[in-house]
């Protein structure tokens, strides 16, 4: 998919956002995952662990989907 | 039916006239606008719906308010785009820092009038970020948006005040009368010893904060509202006086013997039902036999002592009955006390206003480094968000609930504004479009549990669809926008959560300081206004550590027990210095050198090896007391102070690491067990 602009019937979509929307959606998949397991009640601060979580996953669906 | 559908199918008739005086100050508001050729119309439309409220004298205040704010903070654009125009961080510091400022005094400031606060914080932003690409026009823009909110706050104010006209000042009678009874029932529930106390003593509490959140704006509301209010303020002075005196004779009853308190039962229930009934002759009938009977020799000092402060209780209850009556007739009692104290905590609010700060300094990277135009819009909403809703115990779900509104309000913005309204032409067909559905949108707002997002629904659809004389439709600047907003949202929800400012173990403490602080400072403070001053500081914390109570059962149950030893001492210093000033003793500066010692002891604050601080001015002042010439305020002088030392000793052994439960003194088990305890 690379970095470059998505034409959706003329209108100009940036990757970044469709990647953070992905992001978004892998990141809510995990933390149920995690809530399933049982590994929610080793984190000190929910919400910092949740926006780490985020921008790591921001991160790698970049790195993964950018270089294609 | 689902209960906020039925908002929407079967309104109230209240509902339904609220509504139609919001469209039609909105509509009004929005033809003025476009009428006088003002630049952004949308502005004056949404002021009108912003200040909207079921209540006119609301409205009144809610609009000044906001007016003030956007003066001061249109001054302040100004100043700050003529300072950093040319330096993009040193002008969004500078507003950051304006926001943070704005926002520290706005939960600093526990009245209506905060609000004005909030606005002067983010007008400066909404003024500053647009006009930054051309700071030439900032001047322009300043007076549009002032033109513009005028217009908004006129329109509204007169319709709701003209159409069907719902005043506070008629509630805030019901509620003084609410609040009364209240406040009865709770003194008889601690006359008679009952386990009820601290949810009646909470719910009273509770009612005359609540109450005198209303005064101000009764006072807009003509001269009776005025009285009104000013009465009211009376009312809370005596309702307090009342639960003082009241917990006072129940911790003068702990000190009776069993055949002691049976011989005085009689009393006690006579009292009791004359509370109940609340009439003025009987009361005043019952004090002078109580204060007869206070002087028969067949009782024992500590009875005694107990008639006489239930004697007292009468008195008060007897002066709350006026007061109430007052309210209700609406006449304002000369000497009118000043008004409620509230609790402040300066490095709480510096603390949210740090947040407020922080939020709109990441955005404010954001944009300049994505150099997204629309990101404007984000730190725009981020500001208003964390400002508006910062000290807020539910912060993150009210700013949900704002979410909720800007994704309903999209799709219904984006079929209003680029399919619908390119069709159409002229002023009632505008509001035909825009009418239907901010109608539902309104019929929401009425309904307090989806309040915020009806809201949220209603500006945002103004904002998106942008009604003006000029209409231009460009799908590109919608969808930026349509992005910016919720993104705007969503980090003022997540850095509501990053930074949570509501650790309850640290709050607690800061309420137990300002409790000691406040102690320390009634030893000075002119009697006329202690009551209001004192019980006003001390409702507010008590309703705030009951909030926490849930949260960490064992170390909050002794911040809870922390609060009410604070409330007894300070009940018994201001019962001692009212005593000590009717009775006119010549103490010389005894008084106030025992004052002053008392003032140390409790800046210190209580401590296990701290119990007998106050036996030896206690002891000081009592045989000076011994001296002087008898006399009813003399006795209960006396009696005072040794309440005074008994609390500050308990206080000190609850200090000791005994549970509140395991007591290790007969006396405080028993307060334990005692209502009020």
């Excluded at chain 2, 079967?10 to 509509?27: D, E, H, N, S």
């Excluded at chain 2, 007016?67 to 125009?85: E, K, Q, W, Y």
Aim: net charge positive.
């Amino acid at each position: 998919m690379g970095l470059r602009e998505w034409a959706l019937g003329g209108v100009f979509v940036s990757p970044l956002l469709v990647y953070a929307l992905l992001a978004l959606l892998v990141t809510g998949l995990l933390r149920l995952l995690l809530q399933r397991v049982g590994l929610t009640r080793w984190i000190w601060h929910e919400a910092l662990f949740d926006s780490a979580l985020y921008v790591c996953v921001l991160a790698a669906v970049t790195a993964a989907f950018g270089t294609w | 039916m689902r209960d906020s559908l039925r908002a929407f199918l079967t309104p109230t008739t209240q509902a339904l006239q609220f509504t139609f005086k919001t469209l039609l100050g909105g509509f009004v508001a929005l033809w003025c606008a476009m009428r006088f050729g003002l630049e952004q119309p949308q502005w004056s439309m949404m002021t009108a719906f912003i200040v909207a409220q079921p209540l006119s004298g609301m409205v009144v205040q809610k609009g000044l308010a906001r007016l003030l704010g956007t003066l001061v903070g249109t001054v302040m654009s100004v100043v700050i785009m003529a300072l950093f125009a040319q330096a993009p961080w040193a002008f969004l510091l500078s507003q950051a820092l304006w926001l943070g400022l704005c926002t520290a005094a706005s939960t600093l400031l526990r009245s209506a009038w905060s609000y004005a606060f909030v606005l002067a914080g983010y007008t400066v932003a909404i003024i500053g970020l647009p006009a930054i690409a051309l700071p030439l026009t900032v001047f322009d823009q300043a007076v549009a948006r002032c033109t513009e909110i005028s217009l908004g706050i006129v329109c509204a104010t007169f319709f709701s005040a003209v159409l069907w006209p719902q005043r506070v000042e008629r509630q805030l009678a019901q509620q003084a009368r609410a609040a009364w009874s209240a406040g009865i029932q709770t003194a008889r529930a601690a006359l008679s010893g009952e386990a009820y106390g601290r949810k009646g003593l909470l719910e009273t509490l509770g009612r005359i904060v609540a109450v005198d959140a209303q005064r101000e704006h009764a006072w807009f509301e003509g001269n009776r509202g005025r009285q009104r209010a000013v009465a009211l303020r009376v009312l809370s002075r005596d309702l307090l006086g009342l639960l003082r005196l009241v917990r006072g004779v129940a911790r003068q009853w702990r000190q009776l013997s069993p055949t002691e308190a049976d011989s005085l039962s009689p009393w006690l229930e006579d009292v009791r039902a004359l509370l109940e009934s609340g009439e003025r002759i009987p009361l005043q009938d019952a004090f002078d036999r109580l204060r007869a009977a206070a002087q028969a020799p067949g009782y024992s000092a500590s009875q005694q002592y107990c008639l006489e402060r239930l004697a007292l209780v009468l008195r008060q209850a007897l002066a709350a009955n006026n007061a109430l009556l007052a309210v209700e007739r609406g006449e304002a009692p000369m000497q009118a006390p000043a008004a409620l104290s509230w609790h402040r905590d300066i490095q709480t609010a510096l603390a949210y206003g740090m947040r407020s700060a922080v939020a709109f300094l990441a955005l404010g990277a954001f944009w300049l480094a994505t150099a997204w135009t629309a990101a404007s819009g984000a730190m725009l909403l981020a500001a208003v968000i964390c400002s508006l809703f910062a000290n807020r115990e539910n912060a993150e779900q009210i700013g949900l609930g704002f979410m909720r509104g800007i994704l309903y309000a999209i799709p219904v913005a984006f079929v209003v504004g680029q399919v619908l309204l390119p069709e159409v032409t002229g002023f009632p067909m505008l509001c035909l479009c825009l009418g239907v559905p901010l109608f539902f949108g309104t019929l929401g707002m009425a309904k307090p549990a989806i309040g915020a997002t009806s809201t949220s629904f209603c500006l945002h659809l103004i904002v998106l669809s942008a009604p003006q004389n000029l209409m231009h439709y460009d799908v590109a600047s919608f969808l930026n926008q349509a992005l910016a907003i919720p993104l705007g949202v969503g980090f003022a929800v997540l850095v509501f959560r990053l930074i949570g400012l509501r650790h309850p173990g640290w709050h607690g403490r800061r309420l137990l300081q300002a409790t000691l602080r406040d102690l320390a400072r009634l030893t000075s403070r002119p009697l006329a206004d202690a009551e209001n001053w004192f019980g006003g500081r001390m409702a507010d914390r008590l309703v705030q550590l009951a909030r926490h109570y849930p949260a960490l059962p064992s170390q909050t149950r002794s911040r809870w027990d922390d609060g009410i030893a604070g409330l007894d001492l300070g009940d018994e210093l201001l019962h001692l210095r009212a005593c000590l000033a009717v009775a006119n003793l010549p103490l010389g500066d005894a008084e106030s050198r025992f004052l002053q010692t008392v003032r140390k002891v409790f800046l210190v604050g209580p401590s296990m090896d701290r119990q007998d601080a106050l036996d030896a001015p206690v002891e000081d002042l009592l045989g000076l007391l011994e001296a002087a010439p008898p006399g009813i305020e003399r006795r209960l002088a006396r009696v005072a102070l040794s309440h005074l030392r008994n609390s500050w000793r308990q206080w000190c052994q609850q200090q000791g690491g005994f549970g509140p439960g395991a007591m290790a003194i007969p006396a405080a088990t028993e307060e334990g067990r005692h209502g009020l305890a």
